[in-house]
Antibody
Framework: EVQLVESGGGLIQPGGSLRLSCAAS????????MSWVRQAPGKGLEWVSV???????YYADSVKGRFTISRDNSENTLYLQMNSLRAEDTAVYYC????????????WGQGILVTVSS | EIVLTQSPATLSLSPGERATLSCRAS??????LAWYQQKPGQAPRLLIF???NRATGIPARFSGSGSGTDFTLTISSLEPEDFAVYYC??????????FGGGTKVEIK
C-alpha cells in the first residue's frame, strides 16, 4: 500500500528554519517525481517544488533561494528544507507523488502545518 | 504564469442533482488539465487527468470535458460524500503547475 507521512512542522519565528520530512512506503521515491504543495489557512493550493527521479529540482518563485527539496533514497524519504521563513509561508504542506508524464499527484500525504509567527 | 479561474465559487445543490463546475485558463493549456476533490482536513484526491480521464477508483458519475481554455467537471448525480471543494490544475507549463481557486459544492 502506498503511503506518505509528513513530519517536522510546527511554530517557528520569522527568519527561522525548519525541515519537513515525508516518509514514503509502498514505492520508491527515487524512481518517481515528488512534489511539495502547500495550502495557506482557508486558501487554495500552491505548488512549491518538485524533484525529478533523475535529481533535477524546480521551485516556485515565491520560495526560490529559500527552500531546498531533497531526498534520501536509503530512507525512502523526501525533505523540504525551509530557510528565512516568512509569515506568508504559513500553510499546511503536503508531499505528493507525481505521475510521470501526466504530472498530477496520485498519492498525497495527510499534510503538516507550518506556522510562522512571532 | 497561467491563471486558472474557477466558477462558481460556491454551488448549492441537493443530493441527486447534477453539478457542473467550470475552470477557465488565461491561455491555452491544450488538454493538460486535472481535477481534484478536497474534503475538510484531508489531502486533495485526484479525480480527472488530461481533461477527461478518470483516475483509478473514481466513480463514473464524475466526468471531465474541455480543451484549450475552457473545462468542465460534471458530477451527474450528487452523492452525500461528493460535497467538498474541487480544484483544477494545469500542467501545460510543467513544472510550474498552477491550481484554480476552487469551487465549494455545498448541500442546499
Amino acid at each position: 500500500e502506498v503511503q506518505l507521512v509528513e513530519s517536522g512542522g510546527g511554530l517557528i519565528q520569522p527568519g527561522g528554519s525548519l525541515r519537513l520530512s515525508c516518509a514514503a512506503s509502498g514505492f520508491s521515491v527515487s524512481n518517481n517525481y515528488m512534489s511539495w504543495v502547500r495550502q495557506a489557512p482557508g486558501k487554495g493550493l500552491e505548488w512549491v517544488s518538485v524533484i525529478y527521479s533523475g535529481g533535477s529540482t524546480y521551485y516556485a518563485d515565491s520560495v526560490k533561494g529559500r527552500f531546498t527539496i531533497s531526498r534520501d533514497n536509503s530512507e525512502n524519504t523526501l525533505y523540504l528544507q525551509m530557510n528565512s521563513l516568512r509569515a506568508e509561508d504559513t500553510a499546511v504542506y503536503y508531499c505528493a507523488r507525481i505521475i510521470n508524464y501526466y504530472h498530477v499527484g496520485d498519492y498525497w500525504g495527510q499534510g503538516i502545518l507550518v506556522t510562522v509567527s512571532s | 504564469e497561467i491563471v486558472l479561474t474557477q466558477s462558481p465559487a460556491t454551488l448549492s445543490l441537493s443530493p441527486g442533482e447534477r453539478a457542473t463546475l467550470s475552470c477557465r485558463a488565461s491561455q491555452s493549456v491544450s488538454s493538460y488539465l486535472a481535477w481534484y476533490q478536497q474534503k475538510p482536513g484531508q489531502a486533495p484526491r485526484l479525480l480527472i487527468f488530461d481533461a477527461s480521464n478518470r483516475a483509478t477508483g473514481i466513480p463514473a458519475r464524475f466526468s471531465g470535458s474541455g480543451s484549450g481554455t475552457d473545462f468542465t467537471l460534471t458530477i451527474s448525480s450528487l452523492e452525500p460524500e461528493d460535497f467538498a471543494v474541487y480544484y483544477c490544475q494545469q500542467r501545460s507549463n510543467w513544472p510550474r503547475i498552477t491550481f484554480g481557486g476552487g469551487t465549494k459544492v455545498e448541500i442546499k
